[in-house]
C-alpha cells in the first residue's frame, strides 16, 4: 500500500511539474527543477523567450493533450529530467496539433537536431542489442526509447510542416534524416515489435510511406525512386498493407512519370536473380508482387493492379503474358463480360483472331449480356480482316448501329467505319458485277457518313476512305486522301507513306514514289524501315532499276535478321520476370 501511494504521488508531482513547465514556457518564465539533478540541457538554465517566439497574443493555453503529457511523464521517470530539445519537440506538437504550423516551425528549428542525432542513434542501437555489457565510460550517454520517438516525432512535424508551407525540398531533407539515422544505427533492419512500448515504430514507418511524396512535389523524381527502393528493399517492419501501398505507388509512379529509372544497385543478389533494366520491368516486377499477395490471401483485391499491369504488358507488346495473367485470376474477381472482352483484346493483339471472336461470341450468344456495344465492334473489326465470316462482320456493324440509335457520334462513326469496310472486303468476293458494284457504292457511302459524323478526322477511316477510292480508280480522290492523312499523322506513319507511294505508283509516278520512301526512311528508325524497304525495291523493279532493287532487299534481309535477334532476348527476358 505505501509503495502504491508513493507511485501515485510521484505521478501527480511529476504531471504537475510539466503542467507548470509549460504554462512557464509560454509566458517567458523560467522554471525551475528543484528535485530533479540539473543538466547543461535542462530547461532552468535555457529561456525559451529568448527563441523570439510566443504564442498567440492574449491567449494563455489553459489545457494540455493528454498525450502530451503521458510522453513527457514517461521520458521524466526513465531519464529523471526532461531536457530543451524534448521540451521543444512536446511544445512544437501542442502547436502542430492546433494547426499553427508556421509557429510549431519556428518552435521545431529551435532543436538542435545536429546535437542529438549521435546519441539517438547509439541508443537505437544498443536498445537493439541484447546481453551486451555497458560501459560505465561510454562517451554519449543512453537516451529514453520515449525520448528517442519524441525528438524523432518532431523531426517528422517538421516535415509535415515544410510541405504545408510549400517547401517540399526541406521537408524530403528533414524526412530522409529520419530513415538515415534508423538504417544508420541498425543496418540489419528494425526487429519485429522494436520499442513496442512506444511509437517509434509509427513515426519511421510515416516517415518511409511520405519521403517519396515529398520528393515527387519537390521535383526530384530520380530521387523519389531512391527513396521508393529504399522503403521496398531496407526492413522497416511495415505492415502488409503499407508494404503494398508503397508497391503499388511506386509502379504507378514508374509507369505515368515520364522519368527513365537507373537499374536498381542491389546490394545483395542471387546470381541468377532478376534486375529489372527499365520502368516499365520494374512496374510490371512490382505489380506481379501484388498479384501474389491476393493470390496467396495477404492484401484484398485491387482493381486497379489489374489494369495497371494491363496498360505495363500492352505498352510492352506482351499481351499472350496479360492474358495469362487474366486467365490465372480466380473466378469471380472480374465479371464474366469483363474478363472475356479483355481476354479477346489480348489474343486479337496476339493474332490469334479466332480465339478473340470465339470469347466475343459467347459474351453476345449470352441473353444476359447488355450494352455489349464494343464487343459488337470488335467482333466485327475481327470478321472484317476474315473472308470466311465477313457476313458475321456485316450483321455485327449494324446490330451495332441499331443498338447505339444514335447516340454516340464517336461510336456511331467507328460503326459506319467498320460497316464500309466489311462491305468493301464483300464485294471484291461477289460473283457478278452489279452486286459487287452495290457493295462498293454502300460501302463507299458508309465510310463517308463516318467521316462526317466524326467531330475530328480519324486516321483509320481516312485510310479505308482513300483506299476503297483507290480500289474502285478514283486514284485523285485517293491521292487527296493519302495526303491528308499523312498531313494528320504529322508525317509518322510509315503505313500513310507507304499508301502515298503506291497510289503514286498507280499513276506511273515512280520517281515521286520514291522521292516519299526516301523521305520516310529518313524520318524512320532502322527497326521499322522494313515495309519501306520493300516497296522501295518493288518501284525500283518497275522503274527497271534491278541492280538498286537487289541492294535495296540485301539491306532488308539484314534489317529483319538483326530485328529476329533481338526479339528472341527479348522474350528470353520477359520469360525470366513472369517467372520471378
Known amino acids: ?70 510522453e513527457a511523464e514517461s521520458s521524466l521517470r526513465e531519464s529523471g529530467y526532461l531536457n530543451y530539445e524534448e521540451a521543444r519537440a512536446l511544445l512544437g506538437r501542442l502547436e502542430y496539433q492546433k494547426g499553427n504550423t508556421q509557429a510549431a516551425l519556428q518552435v521545431f528549428e529551435g532543436i538542435d537536431i545536429g546535437a542529438v542525432i549521435p546519441k539517438i542513434k547509439v541508443s537505437i542501437s544498443r536498445r537493439c542489442e541484447s546481453n551486451r555489457r555497458r560501459s560505465q565510460s561510454d562517451a554519449v550517454p543512453l ?41 544508420t544505427a541498425l543496418p540489419e533492419g528494425l526487429p ?38 529504399q522503403a521496398l528493399l531496407y526492413h522497416w517492419s511495415l505492415d502488409v498493407e503499407t508494404t503494398s501501398k508503397i508497391e503499388k505507388d511506386f509502379a504507378v509512379f514508374l509507369l505515368y512519370s515520364g522519368c527513365d529509372a537507373n537499374p536498381p544497385n542491389l546490394r545483395s543478389q542471387m546470381e541468377s536473380s532478376f534486375v529489372p533494366r527499365n520502368n516499365t520491368e520494374e512496374a510490371v516486377l512490382l505489380l506481379l508482387i501484388l498479384l501474389r499477395k491476393f493470390v496467396v490471401g495477404r492484401i484484398g483485391w485491387d482493381p486497379s493492379i489489374i489494369e495497371h499491369l494491363s496498360f505495363a504488358l500492352s505498352v510492352s507488346g506482351k499481351l499472350r503474358d496479360l492474358a495469362h495473367q487474366i486467365e490465372e485470376l480466380i473466378p469471380g474477381i472480374m465479371g464474366r463480360k469483363e474478363r472475356y472482352f479483355t481476354l479477346a483484346l489480348c489474343y486479337y493483339g496476339e493474332g490469334e483472331n479466332l480465339v478473340a471472336l470465339n470469347l466475343l461470341r459467347n459474351i453476345l450468344n449470352d441473353r444476359e449480356s447488355t450494352d455489349c456495344i464494343l464487343e459488337l465492334l470488335l467482333a466485327s473489326k475481327i470478321c472484317s480482316e476474315n473472308l470466311v465470316c465477313i457476313e458475321d462482320g456485316i450483321k455485327f456493324a449494324c446490330k451495332a448501329l441499331s443498338e447505339l440509335d444514335g447516340n454516340c457520334n464517336q461510336l456511331l462513326s467507328i460503326a459506319n467505319c467498320l460497316l464500309g469496310v466489311s462491305l468493301s472486303v464483300k464485294s471484291r468476293s461477289v460473283s457478278s458485277d452489279s452486286e459487287r458494284i452495290l457493295k462498293q457504292s454502300e460501302a463507299l457511302q458508309a465510310l463517308e457518313t463516318a467521316e462526317i459524323i466524326m467531330r ?46 503506291r497510289i503514286l505508283s498507280a499513276q506511273k509516278r515512280f520517281i515521286d514514289a520514291e522521292t516519299v520512301i526516301n523521305a520516310a526512311l529518313d524520318q524512320t528508325g532502322k527497326w521499322d524501315q522494313g515495309e519501306l524497304l520493300r516497296t522501295k525495291a518493288k518501284l525500283q523493279i518497275a522503274q527497271g532499276q534491278l541492280k538498286n532493287a537487289i541492294e535495296t532487299y540485301t539491306h532488308l534481309l539484314a534489317v529483319l535478321q538483326v530485328r529476329s535477334k533481338n526479339l528472341g532476348v527479348e522474350k528470353r527476358l520477359l520469360k525470366v520476370v513472369m517467372t520471378t
Not at 531533407?173 to 534508423?182: E, K
Not at 480500289?471 to 499523322?489: G, N, P, S, T, V
Request: charged share 25%.
Open 456 to 501: 475530328e478526322r480519324n486516321p483509320y477511316i481516312l485510310s479505308h476512305l482513300c483506299l476503297e477510292h483507290a480500289e474502285q480508280r478514283k486514284l485523285d480522290i485517293a491521292l487527296y486522301y493519302a495526303k491528308e492523312l499523312l498531313k494528320l499523322e504529322a508525317g509518322s506513319s510509315i503505313k500513310a507513306y507507304t499508301l502515298l507511294a
Open 143 to 183: 537516451m529514453s526509447m520515449h525520448a528517442v520517438s519524441l525528438l524523432l516525432e518532431a523531426v517528422l512535424l517538421k516535415a509535415k510542416s515544410l510541405q504545408g508551407l510549400g517547401r517540399f525540398g526541406e521537408a524530403a531533407q528533414s524526412c530522409q534524416l529520419i530513415l538515415d539515422t534508423v538504417e
Open 1 to 70: 500500500m505505501k509503495a502504491k501511494k508513493w507511485m501515485n504521488k510521484r505521478r501527480f508531482s511529476i504531471s504537475g511539474r510539466l503542467q507548470k513547465m509549460l504554462k512557464c514556457m509560454r509566458s517567458g518564465e523560467q522554471f525551475r527543477v528543484e528535485d530533479v539533478p540539473h543538466s547543461s540541457d535542462s530547461l532552468a538554465t535555457r529561456d525559451y523567450s529568448a527563441s523570439g517566439y510566443s504564442s498567440r497574443t492574449g491567449e494563455i493555453e489553459t489545457k494540455v493533450d493528454n498525450s502530451n503529457i503521458e
Open 192 to 229: 519485429v515489435n522494436f520499442a513496442s512500448d512506444c511509437k517509434l515504430q509509427e513515426i519511421v514507418g510515416k516517415a518511409v510511406e511520405l519521403l517519396p511524396e515529398l520528393w515527387i512535389l519537390a521535383g526530384a523524381p530520380q530521387e523519389a525512386i531512391l527513396s521508393y527502393r
